[in-house]
């Protein structure tokens, strides 16, 4: 845990959030500033700053976040129409929260390129 990480602090319930998925790991919560109907976050526990910070320790961990996204997304019913896993990555990426975070966006339809 970082002490001045906003997501440590929701992972460890610190700042109260309402969780839509909770294991020893993995939390997963609504974004404050939706981008769409539905937007989820989902984070790690454990702090990795910048997903190209992650190590082969982390591997599984990567793999389960995108596991519980899809079980999210159904839960969310976007499943048939479709969705949108993002990992912001640096500053050019946008990236304003450094504690890694996988965005589950849809209930849209979205545009290709991003921007
Ligand atoms: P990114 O640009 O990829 O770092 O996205 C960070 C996202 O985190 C942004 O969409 C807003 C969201 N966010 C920031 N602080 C909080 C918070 O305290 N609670 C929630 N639920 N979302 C937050």
Known sequence: MEKDCIFC??????????????????????DLNPQAPTHILLIPKKHIPKISEIKKEDEALIGKMIDVANLLAAKENILENG????????KDAGQEVFHIHLHLLGGRKMIWPPG
């Open 83 to 90: 969705y949108r896993m993002v990992f912001n990555c640096g």
């Open 9 to 30: 602090k929701i992972a460890s319930g610190e700042i109260g959030t309402e969780f839509l998925y909770e294991s020893d790991d993995i939390v997963a919560f609504r």
